[in-house]
């Protein structure tokens, strides 16, 4: 009796440790997301917040000229351990905030800004390090909170931004 007691307590134990994990590595809705990537053997990571749509449709309702934090809180922050090359600009290893740009009626760019740490609005309008074009598509499925991808493509860097069915994609080399 004492054998199927422990047995069953070490079950209970390990099923609610998996469940802790599984919580642990789920990005939380509204919480704090993280995407990674290792690209040419460098680390890059992003840290961002996940607004839920709600029933809106904020990028579609955006004019051209409207900068956006990108996420919720604090803003988007990317740690990259080698050095970008953003839209033909040269970017030193290190941290950045991002900001996306609506710059016409259907296209966007992504804005690095050597100022980190911010929260809230403003939205910081200039002073971009670098900024990456962005391709606009039509996502498959819909993302009712934002989410952020970073990948390796072919030895290129690939950062997807997924709201609802917009997805913005861009592409950087990594050094």
């Not at 904020?58 to 990317?78: D, F, H, Q, S, Y």
């Not at 009626?105 to 690095?112: E, I, K, M, P, S």
């Not at 911010?118 to 939205?123: D, E, F, M, N, S």
Request: net charge positive.
């Amino acid at each position: 009796m004492k054998t199927r007691m422990l047995f069953l307590s070490l079950i209970l134990s390990l099923a609610t440790a998996a469940c802790a994990v599984a919580q642990h590595n789920a990005p939380a809705a509204g919480g704090r997301g993280k995407a990674e990537a290792t690209v040419k053997g460098k680390a890059i990571s992003v840290s961002y917040g996940r607004p839920a749509l709600k029933g809106r449709d904020l990028l579609a309702e955006a004019k051209p000229g409207m900068v956006w934090r990108v996420g919720m809180n604090e803003a988007t922050e990317i740690t990259t351990a080698g050095d970008l090359n953003v839209g033909g600009k040269e970017l030193k290893a290190g941290k950045y905030s991002l900001w996306v740009r609506k710059t016409g009626d259907d296209t966007w760019t992504l804005a690095f800004h050597p100022k980190t740490g911010v929260w809230g609005a403003p939205a910081l309008k200039e002073g971009y390090a670098a900024e990456l074009p962005l391709k606009l598509t039509k996502a498959d499925t819909t993302a009712e909170e934002l989410m952020i991808h970073v990948a390796d493509k072919e030895g290129k860097g690939e950062i997807q931004i997924h709201w609802g069915t917009a997805l913005l994609t861009g592409w950087f080399d990594v050094k």
